[in-house]
């Protein structure tokens, strides 16, 4: 009998956003355009990129927050000093290939005004889910749900990247469908 195949690794630099809303920690999310499900901003390690995953988190966020920019509107830094690890699960982008994931978790925080700088990304395209939703929220990526397992394991790693009171932008969302 044959060995099985090892499983494939996928590398991802995947960037948080948390925002406060009237002292309500909610979930910046991005309905994947190829799956249909809310997922966190980011995405897989380039070839040229291997030695510096934060060009991969900038990258992401430039192309997936557009009009949103890195440097104008917003910063990415990172998270965690450490990666995340897990698999391997079945991967949906490679036909259920058993696939072991590494993560390194980056987080955005707004330089200026949060909410106006939301009310600038498309509606639906983007939602902001609260914290205490993300678990049963429908339609929400397995990936997007591990968010959660980061901030149980460290508390205090997922600072806000920004604070606002207004009335809700129209990505305001109570859960995700």
Not at 13 to 24: G, H, P, Q
Not at 25 to 32: F, G, Q, S, T
Request: glycine share 6%.
């Amino acid at each position: 009998m044959a060995a099985p195949e090892p499983a494939r690794q996928s590398d991802l630099a995947l960037v948080l956003a948390r925002v406060s809303v009237n002292d309500i920690a909610h979930w910046l999310l991005r309905r994947h355009p190829k799956w249909g499900d809310w997922s966190l901003v980011g995405g897989h390690v380039e070839p040229d990129e291997v030695d510096d995953w934060m060009r991969t988190a900038t990258r992401e966020v430039d192309e997936e927050l557009a009009p949103l920019r890195c440097g104008l509107d917003l910063v990415v830094e990172p998270l965690l000093a450490d990666s995340s690890h897990w698999g391997p699960v079945p991967s949906r982008s490679a036909q259920g290939a058993p696939t072991q994931y590494s993560v390194r978790w980056y987080q955005l925080r707004f330089l200026g005004d949060a909410a106006e700088s939301l009310r600038r990304l498309p509606p639906d395209n983007f939602a902001l889910i609260p914290e205490s939703e993300i678990g049963q929220a429908q339609g929400v990526s397995d990936v997007a749900r591990r968010l959660l397992e980061l901030v149980r394991e460290h508390p205090l790693a997922a600072p806000f990247a920004g604070r606002f009171t207004r009335p809700p932008v129209p990505l305001l969302r109570a859960c995700a469908n």
